[in-house]
């Protein structure tokens, strides 16, 4: 089945850091990505969906210029959080899928901001 | 506003029996359901889904129900084991596209 890799599993930066999380499609071209962010006893909660070779679409209350993301190529999305703050520590879960696989999920990213 | 609900945050079942796992939506417009199955710190296990133009789908022990007009769906576990014991989450989309989460429902099978 189709398989998304999300890198890496778990990352703790201190506070204005940058941290980078990847998402690739190992077996099939993603036409569109999303980002997912999950808080404490709540459901995951949509950030932004990536098209490749375009801006991605940010849902609102998402600060672009922090949760910055970029979808250069068809089996790569990434999602880089920007001058980290203890507020941004939370569970990131990216998504992918193509004309023909609905949505595969990665494993998700803990991070932590110290 | 919750497009999908899951109104029991907790289940507990005896190991053997069936659990049931209950969801609510709002929004007709949804045609592709899925279940999730999450352990602690990792990402959801995709379990199974089910389109619109279905009211079940099957597959080994897992069986969700599609009930449409009571925009109601739900998962049944036959029979319930102990590795089953995780948070299962419901989720609903436009053909495949933004899904819409519900807040999850933690299952405990007890041997």
Redesign the interface.
């Given at each position: 089945g189709a398989v998304v890799s999300q890198h890496p599993s778990r990352v703790i930066c201190k506070s204005g850091t940058s941290v980078k999380i990847e998402c690739r499609s190992l077996d099939f071209q993603a036409t569109t990505m999303f980002w997912y962010r999950q808080f404490p006893k709540q459901s995951l909660m949509l950030m932004a969906t990536s098209n490749e070779g375009s801006k991605a679409t940010y849902e609102q209350g998402v600060e672009k210029d922090k949760f910055l993301i970029n979808h250069a190529s068809l089996t790569l999305s990434t999602l880089t959080v920007t001058s980290a703050h203890p507020e941004d520590s939370s569970f990131y879960i990216c998504s992918a899928r193509s004309q023909t696989v609905k949505a595969f999920f990665g494993q998700g990213t803990r991070l932590t901001v110290v | 506003d919750?497009q999908?609900k899951q109104n029991s945050p907790s289940l507990s079942v005896q190991e053997g029996r069936i659990s049931i796992l209950n969801c609510d939506y709002t929004n007709s417009m949804f045609d592709?359901f899925?279940w999730?199955k999450k352990y602690p710190?990792?990402?959801?296990t995709?379990l199974i889904?089910i389109s619109s133009i279905k009211d079940k789908n099957e597959d080994g022990r897992f069986t969700v129900f599609l009930n449409k007009s009571a925009k109601h769906l739900s998962l049944h576990i036959v029979p319930s084991q102990p590795g089953d014991s995780a948070v299962y989450?419901c989720?609903a989309?436009f053909t495949?596209?933004?899904?819409?989460?519900?807040?999850?429902t933690s299952l405990t099978v007890i041997p």
């Open positions: - | 919750q999908v592709y899925l999730y710190a990792e990402g959801p995709f889904s989450f989720a989309s495949g596209n933004q899904f819409y989460f519900g807040t999850g």
